[in-house]
């Protein structure tokens, strides 16, 4: 279908030529109008491009503009502006009107078809880039959903089995050590299983802001603290050190409970990818001098121990653990982070421990 092209110019003595000035085959010529008054948007039709003189323009032929913009299902019309010559305020207006186009008179035919050829194809770039855009968010709207169903279906049977091997290890007794103990490891497993469909759930929920966050003073001291205490007994059973360093009191702005529960998955996911005898840091501390980091609090989770064999970078071993920046857990915890105006990086290095490092806004 032809691009339809709307002219206004005031210039009566020039609107019969119009017809010459672009050929047949550059678009639907509608009009030329002599005035932004003699138009009724609501009666016009959808526009692929606007060409206005300068006088139109300030004629109330923003306001035209602005309506047919507005009116777009697709991307907004274009404007080409036409200025008297040496016109530099009427240009100057022009811009400032969000023209893409101004060409001063007198413009010749070959000229004025070749910018207008330019901005239709222009025009048609950033409509197809519009409908993939839609494509895409459609795509990734059905995609959410599906893994939301899947969420809740998987609830009802994790929950199930939950039951049903309580059930079956008091039922046991202590005859059989060996199947209990199986038993207990299998409960276990479930327990990590649910708490990542929950993790999976919630990162869901907060990328389309479905989760109701307060904004509140957080005190740092605690939420390391917290997230020590809750995972020492796995950093005893695998021989882990696990510290806690504080500069001074502080306080983070953020929701409280997914703080906690971000920190606790760091922190238990570097446990997961930290060998025996090694060590890991809680550490919070104000952020670098920096402009992009100034007003801020670090708190960072540092891992290191020894070299891991099956790590293997330019021929020799890793000297520090490597953390799975891909994984649920962490990905649960950047969408956390970011939901309270945070910044999330996981930060791998062959010669320092492996780290993983949240900016949050400082109060107090």
């Not at 197809?128 to 795509?139: I, K, M, N, P, T």
């Not at 509140?216 to 603290?225: C, F, G």
């Not at 809680?282 to 670090?298: N, Q, R, V, Y």
């Amino acid at each position: 279908m032809a691009e339809r092209i709307l002219v206004v110019d005031s210039g009566r003595r020039r609107a019969v030529l119009w017809k010459t000035r672009l050929s047949p085959g550059v678009g639907q010529i509608i009009g030329p109008f002599s005035s932004p008054s003699r138009i009724r948007p609501d009666e016009l039709g959808a526009v692929d491009l606007i060409i206005i003189d300068g006088a139109s323009l300030e004629d109330r032929g923003m306001e035209l503009v602005a309506d047919l913009r507005k009116r777009s299902e697709a991307t907004p019309p274009l404007l080409l502006v036409l200025t008297a010559p040496r016109d530099l305020a009427q240009r100057a207006y022009a811009l400032g009107a969000g023209a893409d186009e101004v060409l001063e008179e007198p413009v010749d035919a070959q000229s004025l078809e070749l910018c207008v050829k330019y901005l239709l194809r222009f025009k048609t770039a950033k409509d197809e880039l519009l409908r993939g855009a839609r494509a895409s968010a459609r795509a990734r709207d059905e995609q959410r959903m599906l893994a939301d169903s899947l969420i809740h279906d998987l609830k009802n049977p994790i929950a199930v089995v939950h039951v049903n091997l309580a059930w079956a290890l008091e039922r046991l007794g202590t005859e059989w050590p060996e199947i209990a103990e199986a038993l207990a490891d299998a409960q276990g497993g479930l327990t990590s299983l649910r708490q990542l469909v929950d993790d999976l759930l919630m990162a869901g929920m907060l990328e389309q802001a479905k989760v109701p966050l307060k904004r509140e003073a957080v005190d740092v001291n605690e939420l390391l603290e917290e997230a020590a205490k809750a995972n020492a007994g796995q950093a005893r059973a695998r021989n882990v050190s696990l510290t806690v360093s504080l500069e001074k009191d502080m306080q983070v702005v953020g929701d409280t409970a997914t703080l906690k529960r971000a920190l606790h998955n760091v922190v238990e996911t570097s446990l997961r990818n930290t060998p025996s005898s090694g060590k890991i840091e809680i550490a919070a501390s104000l952020a670098p001098e920096a402009p992009a980091t100034d007003g801020k609090i670090e708190i960072a989770v540092s891992s290191s121990g020894r070299p891991r064999a099956s790590a293997p970078r330019n021929g020799s071993p890793s000297s520090a653990p490597r953390l799975p920046s891909g994984s649920l857990a962490l990905y649960f915890c950047r969408r956390a982070v970011e939901a309270n105006d945070g910044e999330f990086d996981v930060v791998e290095s062959d010669e320092g421990p492996s780290s993983v490092v949240m900016r949050f806004p400082a109060t107090g």
